[in-house]
């Protein structure tokens, strides 16, 4: 079934089913989380969760099987991440809206999915009514932007990546550094990551280059005063 909708089409296709329950696939690698999730946006009268998925490679073959208006993503998953999750639902499913719900702060993440395309960034601290509001923005088209991401946006915009050294990295060096700082090794990387132990060297002297953090202290130290693990 082809969906080559321009804009306009897909808008106007949303207003006829504005009746419609807004199907949602959950998309984390804890089940009680997703157990938990799944309770809170199905007692929503609007909502409805027709897919549960554990890793990215799973989501992308749900989205294959049957159409969804909204997903929610974790970004931190086994295999392919949230953010390498992200940016393939972007390109190949144009109508499925993304909100990105996370344990890490919104510091760290936000304007890198926001830039990929999300919808929102919504912590998982968050009160479960931002999250319903996120997804009912989200369906509609619109963005679900709150005050402190705006904040943030906005010092990016002005400043670009000139504040910290972590924001010079890319979406894949950021995830290398992050896992550096908790202590994986190369190897353990690679395999987190399914990616050759060559591959994470050189995103590791990328880090080195950009950051100047050459040591595993160095990265680990640096990532915690900046809140990153």
């Known amino acids: 079934m082809s969906f080559g909708f321009r804009s306009g089409a897909i808008l106007a296709w ?3 089913e504005v009746n419609a329950l807004i199907k949602v696939l959950i998309a984390d690698d804890h089940a009680i989380v997703r157990g938990g999730l799944k309770q809170l946006l199905n007692a929503d ?3 409805e969760v027709v897919f549960e998925a554990n890793n990215g490679n799973e989501v992308l073959h ?3 099987q049957a159409p969804v208006d909204v997903v929610v993503l974790d970004i931190t998953m086994p295999g392919r991440n949230g953010l390498e999750t992200l940016k393939e639902i972007k390109r190949r499913f144009l109508r499925t809206a993304v909100i990105v719900l ?3 702060p919104k ?6 999915v926001i830039k990929a395309g999300a919808s929102g960034y919504i912590t998982k601290e968050s009160a479960p009514e931002e999250l319903v509001g996120a997804i009912m923005k989200a369906n509609h088209g619109e963005k679900y932007i709150t005050p402190d991401v705006a904040e943030l946006l906005a010092e990016y915009v002005e400043h670009g990546t000139s504040q910290e050294p972590h924001l010079m990295l890319s979406d894949r060096e950021f995830e290398v550094l992050r896992l550096i700082a908790t202590g994986r090794g190369i190897t353990q990387i690679a395999d987190d990551l399914n990616l050759s132990v060559k591959t994470i060297s050189t995103y590791k002297s990328r880090i080195v280059e950009k950051t100047g953090l050459s040591s595993v202290s160095d990265i680990t130290r640096y990532a915690l005063e900046h809140n990153i693990l």
């Open 62 to 64: 749900l989205l294959e």
């Open 14 to 16: 949303k207003k006829v």
């Open 102 to 104: 996370s344990m890490h």
């Open 45 to 47: 009268s609007q909502i």
């Open 107 to 112: 510091d760290q993440y936000a304007v890198r």
